[in-house]
């Protein structure tokens, strides 16, 4: 962190042990994200009149390149519960900000290709003739990026396949 950890306790004092507990919290984070500019702690009792016992809120902010991540879970018994709630959540945000940094995308595979051998338009099913030999089934609601009734003999087309009740068949056909 360029900006040394804060922590500001509201309403009560922090003990030495909860103080080290929300360091190694904070420690974690760092080791995790090599670019955490600023983290701000901040744990309240707040005022209210209440049924219950007391209530811990935690509130973290992390300063990162071009984003200010908060986390403010909903307030706890057990301080200790409300620091590892709120940090877990932190954890999360990072996570996903680490991932946006990198830009990391998911692909899907694209399918096999395969060509449509029959067609039953009035029936509103197909089949394919797979490259290995194999004849796979497909249903018209298993067509995307075009419709069923655009299809013909002799198409070439990707597919996915499942496991059907009667065999093979294609959970998604898409117009190669």
Do not use: W
């Amino acid at each position: 962190m360029n900006i040394p950890l804060q922590i500001t306790s509201r309403n009560f004092d922090l003990t030495d042990a909860i103080e080290t507990a929300i360091r190694e919290r904070a420690e974690r984070l760092e080791r995790m994200c090599d670019r955490i500019i600023r983290c701000d702690v901040v744990v309240e009792i707040p005022h209210q009149r209440q049924q219950k016992g007391v209530l811990y809120n935690v509130r973290i902010a992390i300063s990162v390149p071009g984003s200010e991540i908060v986390v403010k879970k909903e307030p706890h018994e057990d301080l200790y519960a409300a620091i590892n709630r709120a940090f877990e959540s932190a954890d999360r945000q990072i996570k996903k900000f680490i991932s946006r940094q990198r830009q990391d995308v998911k692909y899907h595979e694209e399918g096999p290709f395969a060509v449509i051998s029959r067609i039953f338009p009035e029936e509103g099913y197909g089949f394919l003739a797979a490259a290995d030999g194999r004849e796979i089934y497909f249903h018209q609601n298993s067509v995307v990026g075009s419709s069923f009734a655009q299809l013909a003999a002799g198409e070439r087309v990707r597919f996915v396949e499942s496991a059907g009740e009667k065999g093979p068949q294609a959970s998604t056909v898409k117009p190669a």
